[in-house]
């Protein structure tokens, strides 16, 4: 009925399990062709806020997408995968279920299987064999590629003026070179560390905390 709770290691066995022995079906014969990895947390603010200030993913716009069955919600598509945001607590209300407090959804869909395949997994046993703390690295790697503009920032910089519009870092990519926009990324940052409550740091924290207990005995993804 819905995917905004959690589904975990042990989970994931007993569905292996299920397919196995109900439907004869042998996961070391399932290769996979694409895969959806991510994780569902409490964010530190709202999760509206988040979502309108992820501006870009490594030099891609993020845009919003609205449809029927998911919502609204954020993505950035690569030429291998997709970065996908959601509001997971404000889909499923819309929908009638009661959802307690914020739900923040991080997700990479690799739409092409060459990261996978570097990590190893190839079929559905190779997940069971590795764990889900196999996408942990990744996870937070793409989390951190996300250029989010912090608004508890409390620097006295007038450059802050443009670092909080997204077109301004939409344009700075748009001649094809990407130095300029690296180079301010890098300011933002120091800004962002020295000068402010670090909300994506914070976030990081919880994916790698979420990634560990979804991972371990009695958990999920």
């Keep these: 009925a819905h ?73 950035c598509e690569h030429a291998q995968y997709i970065i996908k945001l959601y509001n997971k607590a404000l889909h499923y209300r819309a929908k009638g279920f009661h959802v307690n407090g914020e739900i923040l959804r991080f997700e990479i869909k690799f739409t092409k299987m060459q990261k996978p395949n570097n990590l190893g997994i190839y ?49 700075l990519t748009q001649n094809g070179s990407t130095s300029n926009y690296y180079k301010h990324r890098k300011i933002l940052k120091e800004l962002t560390s020295n000068y402010s409550e670090n909300i994506q740091d914070q976030v990081t924290e919880i994916i790698s905390n979420k990634i560990d207990f979804l991972n371990s005995k009695g958990a999920s993804f």
């Design 3 to 75: 995917n905004y709770n959690d589904f975990n290691y042990d989970n994931f066995l007993h569905v292996l399990d299920v397919l196995k022995t109900k439907f004869n079906i042998n996961p070391e014969q399932c290769i996979l062709r694409c895969l959806e990895i991510g994780v569902n947390i409490n964010p530190p603010i709202p999760t509206n806020h988040i979502l309108d200030f992820c501006f870009m993913h490594k030099t891609k716009n993020f845009e919003y997408q609205k449809n029927s069955d998911e919502g609204k919600y954020k993505q």
């Design 123 to 171: 079929t559905l046993n190779d997940i069971a064999l590795k764990g889900f703390q196999i996408f942990k690295k990744e996870l937070l790697t793409e989390w951190q590629n996300v250029l989010f503009y912090d608004t508890t920032i409390k620097a006295k910089s007038r450059r802050l003026i443009n670092y909080n519009n997204p077109v301004y870092w939409s344009e």
